[in-house]
């Protein structure tokens, strides 16, 4: 499925419906370039999950945990990641196997140890279609 968004308020809002949909033991993967919108997607989909706190990127934490929505929340970004024995140590396995929703930014760093079934995300631009547009592609494996 490919959806096209023109505003971040649009971006944020594909975020929020697919939070509100999610169930325990969802895996999204998210993947686009710096700046493209990862953060407002997933700042959607923690509203869509009913989490009223502030979300950020993990860039320095690895993964953020957000417990007070409808299920439990857990928010990966591995741009960092050196290697995949990183994740390890931090015991990514009781999130991505856990209770509930894990999204993954920069996961194509860590595709050896995603789970076999995950729904992939990814945010392209278009400059040429105007600064705010963005070409979602949302994938099921």
Same mark, same amino acid.
């Not at 140590?89 to 999204?103: A, F, H």
């Given at each position: 499925?490919?959806?096209?968004t023109?505003?971040?308020?649009? #971006?944020?809002? !594909?975020?929020?419906? +697919? %939070?509100? *949909? ?10 686009g370039?710096?700046?493209?919108g990862k953060?407002?997607f #997933?700042?959607? !989909?923690?509203?869509? +999950? %009913?989490? *009223? ?7 320095f934490?690895?993964?953020?945990v957000?417990?007070e929505g409808?299920?439990?929340?857990y ?6 990641i050196?290697?995949v ?11 991505i ?7 993954i ?8 140890i995603?789970p ?5 995300v ?20």
């Amino acid at each position: 499925m490919v959806i096209e968004t023109y505003q971040e308020k649009e #971006t944020y809002e !594909l975020g929020r419906r +697919l %939070g509100a *949909e999610a169930k325990a033991g969802q895996v999204y993967t998210l993947v686009g370039d710096l700046g493209v919108g990862k953060t407002v997607f #997933t700042k959607g !989909l923690a509203a869509g +999950l %009913g989490i *009223e706190e502030a979300v950020s990127s993990p860039t320095f934490t690895i993964v953020q945990v957000y417990e007070e929505g409808r299920l439990p929340f857990y928010h990966f970004d591995v741009y960092r990641i050196g290697d995949v024995e990183e994740m390890e140590e931090i015991g990514y396995e009781d999130y991505i196997y856990g209770e509930g929703v894990c999204l993954i930014e920069w996961a194509d760093l860590i595709r050896e140890i995603l789970p076999e079934h995950y729904t992939e995300v990814k945010i392209e631009k278009d400059l040429q279609k105007g600064f705010d547009y963005r070409r979602i592609s949302i994938c099921e494996y």
